[in-house]
């Protein structure tokens, strides 16, 4: 598959992801991605942010792939249950958030996550029902690799150590990202569309 055989969903995590991370990057360069916008990005609501995700699927008009980072991932793993079969070709999914240690988490652009987790706890751990790739780094410091890799196992999903790249974003030096975007494209050509 190829992009153009695709309607790529950008999921950004808290907090949205801003013009130089390499989500927004993406959206802007990849003719057929589009951000699944989501109401609140500062007190996000896992039921909100999952229809709006099913949505985004549902208004697909190809086969639907999805980019999430951060607590993007985590509602993507929450609205595989509600997607129809065979609309998500495949999902990409960086940094997960493990909002199941959400109190360790640092400060982020001045904001801290609250103790209420907004419904996304405990991260859901079936299946996804398509083919994923997660990719996490070492130092990530909202989600051990450890767990990173109980959450591929748990998903179906292959997984991919990126190093030291902290939480993948643009903060860590990950705004273009190209290794990401090699990794994506590779990705893309060993799906079915």
């Not at 996000?44 to 697909?60: G, L, M």
């Not at 997984?159 to 590779?186: E, N, T």
Request: aromatic share 10%; net charge negative.
């Amino acid at each position: 598959m190829k992009a153009a055989d695709a309607d790529i969903l950008i999921v950004p995590g808290w907090l949205d992801s801003g013009p130089d991370h390499w989500q927004s990057r993406w959206e802007r360069n990849l003719k057929s991605a589009a951000r699944v916008v989501q109401e609140d990005w500062h007190a996000p609501q896992k039921d909100a942010w999952v229809a709006n995700i099913v949505a985004a699927v549902d208004a697909a008009t190809r086969p639907a792939v999805l980019v999430a980072h951060s607590l993007g991932v985590i509602a993507v793993a929450y609205a595989t249950s509600k997607l129809a079969a065979g609309r998500v070709a495949g999902a990409f999914l960086v940094a997960p958030a493990d909002v199941d240690n959400a109190q360790s988490w640092p400060e982020n652009e001045g904001h801290t996550w609250p103790q209420d987790s907004f419904g996304f706890a405990p991260v859901p751990l079936a299946p996804l029902g398509f083919p994923a790739l997660v990719l996490t780094a070492a130092d990530d410091p909202y989600c051990s690799q450890a767990r990173a890799q109980e959450f591929a196992r748990a998903w179906g999903a292959n997984f991919v150590d990126v190093g030291q790249a902290g939480h993948i974003a643009d903060q860590s030096g990950h705004g273009p990202w190209p290794d990401g975007l090699l990794r994506f494209g590779k990705f893309l050509g060993e799906l079915k569309g």
